[in-house]
């Protein structure tokens, strides 16, 4: 009879230890616990959702124990050691101080309460340890042992803490039953740790979604401008079937397609915290329930930075209307996509380096046999050879340092002092031609040493003059100034004359500047290719001040 008994008693606890199970996978199929159980590192707030989850579970378990002599025969020890060996030994001692306070509580003075007490700690902690020390295919096992450990050790304080007889009485019937159910520990743990191989096949197939998406945007990498990063946004977005899809760069937006679209246009400077924050860390940031609505009618979001050779360089930003949209499915997927953008942008980079290149040297052979700027600046020696041949004999000196200049360009790095000594004798000879009318103050830090792509500094200066002050047909004054910041070289071109059109400002910006004028388009384009940001132009009252600023470690 005893032994009949005794095995209804295990098919009970069985039935318990399968509603746990259940329990499990109705939880596996919610995207913010599925999520959980599928990351390879949690966080806190992980560890704080799974010790209340596993608590739960083992005072459920408790509560609907079967009751012999006293004794509660049920699957908390179970849930315990489930709970630490799938997710360490913080999930496991909580779920296991938690559930035996719990026990001991319900029944201060109950035959079972304190050795149930100590078990459930005890529990935990072996749990705990058995994650960190156990290989992963071999923790459904060594949970079962560890978990019939437990309940024999339950059964060991039994007989030490009662009367004997009171104790083989209860342990007679009980022991069998809760030592065997333990076997559920391997189940659960087999179960969850199927979940969570599901990201081996998730990240395959999002990989290949990935290079799908990189095959069909490969095209507008050829050429990256505000048109072709619109149309990549709109391919991931229709692939992923996003909300809005956005690409930033450090400061300005690119490209955003989507909800919301209206008030991002493009070239306006971002805005959210969440952008900064990821551009500033080079972290991930992940939002899923942005109830305080930081983003007009979107609910989740994944910001994830794109970087060049280690250094953050934008933003790839993913969109949704609902809430808890980011499972680890997408976040596979944008990781993966982010990575083939930075690497497609940046080889994109060194193609349009090279085509700025090819420009910048057009334009300077252009400026060095431009028959209009050879003819004024020999007018303006040959006017001066008779009434002042001192002044003609520098102004040839000067003509013969801008001309070898300029045909000696190249795509390498030169000293900052040669670049500066190019822009004094193209000021020089316009200073010969417009007299009174032009004054250059020239603020530069003694011995700066840095080098600098050519004819960086030498088009901002005469941008400054040609369509700055001599544009206004009256006179005005164009401040350079070089300082040393440190690791960094700040250089300033600053103008009184008409100032600079914001129109012009955003098309400068977005590169949608004409051909016939891409002298500041250029610079820009060219110190933001190598140095990661470009210039900083501002309208001033009077005037306009261009800024850049270039990194000494990146020479």
Known sequence: MSGHYTGIILLQLFERAALLLICLFLLSKLPHFRQIFQKEVLDTKDRIILSVIFSGFAILGTYTGINVEGSLVNVRIIAVVSGGILFGWPVGLITGVVSGLHRYLIDIDGVTSVPCLITSIIAGILSG?????????????????????????????????????????????????????????????????????????????????????????????????????????????????????????????????????????????????????????????????????????????????????????????????????????????????????????????????????????????????????????????????????????????????????????????????????????????????????????????????????????QPLVENAIVHGILKGRGSGTVTLSVKDRGEQVEIIVEDTGTGIEDEIIQKVYTSQMPENRIGLSNVHQRVKLIYGEGLHIQRLDKGTRIQFKIKKERL
């Open 129 to 457: 340890y058995i994650h960190s020390r156990i290989s992963r295919k071999r923790r459904w096992i060594v949970g079962i042992i560890a978990g019939m450990a437990c309940e024999a050790l339950t059964m060991l304080l039994i007989l030490l803490m009662n009367p004997v007889e009171i104790g083989r009485e209860i342990v007679s019937i009980i022991a069998l039953p809760m030592i065997l159910g333990e076997v559920s520990v391997g189940l659960i743990v087999l179960f969850v740790q199927g979940v969570e191989g599901e990201r081996e096949n998730i990240a395959a197939r999002q990989a290949k979604l990935a290079l799908d998406i990189a095959n069909k945007t490969l095209p507008y990498f050829r050429s990256i401008n505000s048109d072709s990063l619109r149309k990549i946004c709109t391919i991931i977005r229709g692939d992923i079937q996003a909300d809005a899809v956005a690409i930033t760069d450090t400061r300005f937006i690119l490209a955003y397609v989507g909800i919301g679209e209206e008030r991002y246009n493009i070239g306006n400077e971002i805005i959210t915290d969440a952008t900064k924050q990821a551009i500033s860390s080079g972290e991930i940031v992940i939002i899923n329930d942005d109830t305080e609505g930081k983003v007009p009618n979107i609910q989740s979001l994944i910001i994830i930075p794109l970087k060049e050779k280690g250094i953050v360089t934008g933003a790839l930003k993913i969109y949704y209307s609902k809430a808890y949209k980011i499972t680890y499915s997408l976040q596979t997927l944008a990781v993966g996509l982010s990575q083939i953008i930075s690497t497609l942008m940046e080889v994109s980079r060194i193609e349009q380096m090279k085509e700025m290149a090819n420009k910048a040297e057009i334009k300077a052979l252009q400026t060095s046999i431009n028959p209009h700027f050879l003819f004024n600046a020999l007018n303006a020696i040959a006017s001066s050879i008779r009434i002042d041949p001192d002044n003609a004999r520098e102004m040839i000196i000067n003509l013969s340092g801008y001309l070898r200049h300029s045909l000696e360009w190249s795509d390498q790095l030169i000293d900052i002092n040669k670049e500066l000594g190019q822009v004094v004798n193209y000021v020089e000879i316009e200073k010969a031609r417009f007299g009174s009318k032009l004054t250059v103050i020239y603020d530069i830090d003694e011995e700066v040493e840095v080098k600098i792509p050519s004819l960086i500094i």
